[in-house]
């Protein structure tokens, strides 16, 4: 039965996808038509997003990663029948597409770890399993099929299930894990077709003299990354100064105001931070744009903003479009290595510092680009950027925030 729980994860994956296509091709040509108008529907978007999900879709908010972790370490199924819903996976996504089209700079792929979780814990339920390890190991399944269907990456899915959602080794090598990657991935595959997510980027970084982009990528990714994390740690606590009785008092008020400042951001960069950053780490690879510095480091602000303000939606594709952005900056000043193999090495370095998951971040790189030849300098490079992002930011950024929602949602049961 689990099998067509995995199918669905592979069917609702693909709606996602296009429903995201389609509401980031809306906001395209709007702002097409009048870029100014995103300072008016970028706060009216923020203030709908946030007043839908606390009346319908409350548990909705954020990545949805920490969430699906926090699930995998409770043993009070009642609570995570509360966290893992199928109303809940519904509003990940309505509000998710809401927010790219509003300007959010946002990615699904959190999102579908919680959805598929919450798909496997719902097909868990009906199939009355009772055994802890049993129901676990089913959430952990949907997890990782939600991400690997997501970016057609069923290799990194099994990786990112034994690296940042298993704790145990008994889920880290169940086969149903494996099972249900397998047969969403190929739903979606049946669905989409056999693509790979940013293209097929032929190059390669022979040893010698082109490693120094390794030395390079590793410890800078690893810098901003650990950085990132290191924020995003601090202001899940609470915001700073005045700013957090403000947003407690008037939470419609404070998303409006993060939609006027990512709706500024937007302005600056000529759209280029908004949504997903897809086009624009797409473009970077394959070398036919080209962006300054600035890219990279309003797009970092964009991100920011965007998880002060709440709303749901991840980091994994944003994080990716940051590394590609900084990749591609770093390259014009190492001329002895290929341009287009140092921006998978930024992506790489960026996406290992902000989520600590070298193995996750070499594969996911290797995958969505179907490029094997740059696989150990990948390794090298994301290995480096863990060490110096622990340096920076000594815990892990899911598993803190997992740790924040699990003492949040227990407190409130109390």
């Given at each position: ?16 996808a296009?429903l995201?296509d389609?509401?980031?091709d ?6 097409a038509?009048?870029a100014?108008s ?5 706060p009216l ?6 007043w ?12 949805g ?8 370490h409770?043993h009070n ?7 893992l ?24 792929e ?9 798909i ?9 399993q009772h055994?802890?390890?049993t ?9 990782a ?15 990112f ?16 894990t494996?099972t ?7 739903t ?9 997510y940013f293209?097929r980027a ?12 390794v ?12 950085l ?12 700073p100064?005045s ?7 008037f ?8 939609g ?11 759209g ?10 797409r473009g ?5 744009l ?11 602000l ?36 290929s341009p287009g ?8 370095a ?23 030849q ?11 950027a863990?060490?110096v ?26």
């Amino acid at each position: 039965m689990y099998c067509s729980g995995a199918v669905l994860i592979g069917i609702i994956s693909v709606i996602f996808a296009h429903l995201g296509d389609a509401a980031a091709d809306l906001r395209y040509r709007i702002v097409a038509l009048n870029a100014w108008s995103m300072l008016l529907i970028a706060p009216l978007g923020m203030i709908t997003i946030t007043w839908l999900t606390r009346l319908l879709f409350n548990g909705a908010q954020g990545s949805g990663i920490p969430q699906t972790i926090a699930t995998l370490h409770m043993h009070n199924f009642m609570l995570v029948d509360k966290i893992l819903t199928l109303r809940i996976a519904l509003g990940k996504v309505l509000m998710t597409c809401l927010g790219l089209i509003c300007g959010a700079s946002i990615g699904r792929e959190g999102p579908s770890v919680q959805i598929g979780a919450s798909i496997m814990h719902a097909f868990s339920r009906a199939m009355r399993q009772h055994n802890d390890v049993t129901r676990h190991g089913m959430i952990l399944a949907g997890g990782a099929a939600g991400m690997a269907a997501a970016f057609n990456t069923p290799l990194a899915g099994v990786v990112f299930a034994i690296e940042e959602l298993a704790h145990s080794f008994e889920q880290k090598s169940s086969g149903r894990t494996l099972t249900v990657i397998i047969f969403s991935g190929i739903t979606a595959i049946a669905l989409l077709g056999n693509y790979t997510y940013f293209g097929r980027a032929n190059t390669s970084i022979p040893v010698g003299v082109a490693w120094l982009a390794v030395l390079v990528c590793g410890v800078s990714g690893g810098l901003a990354g650990g950085l990132f994390a290191r924020c995003v740690i601090r202001l899940s606590k609470g915001l700073p100064g005045s700013l957090r009785p403000f947003a407690a008092r008037f939470p419609l008020g404070f998303a409006a105001l993060c939609g006027l400042l990512l709706a500024l951001i937007g302005l600056v960069s000529d759209g280029a931070t908004y949504g997903t950053g897809y086009l624009q780490a797409r473009g970077i690879i394959d070398g036919t744009l080209h962006y300054p510095a600035s890219f990279f480091l309003l797009k970092y602000l964009s991100m920011l903003i965007t998880f002060c303000s709440g709303i749901p939606g991840g980091m994994f594709a944003p994080s990716l479009a940051i590394g590609a952005g900084m990749g591609g900056w770093i390259g014009q000043f190492l001329p002895h290595t290929s341009p287009g193999a140092v921006v998978l090495l930024g992506m790489a370095a960026y996406f290992c510092g902000v989520a600590q998951s070298p193995l996750t971040a070499t594969i996911i790189v290797m995958e969505i680009c179907d490029n094997q030849q740059v696989t150990l300098a990948l390794l090298a490079t994301a290995f480096l950027a863990f060490g110096v992002s622990r340096m920076i930011c000594p815990h892990p950024l899911y598993s803190v925030l997992a740790t924040g929602f699990m003492e949040k949602t227990e407190q409130k049961e109390i």
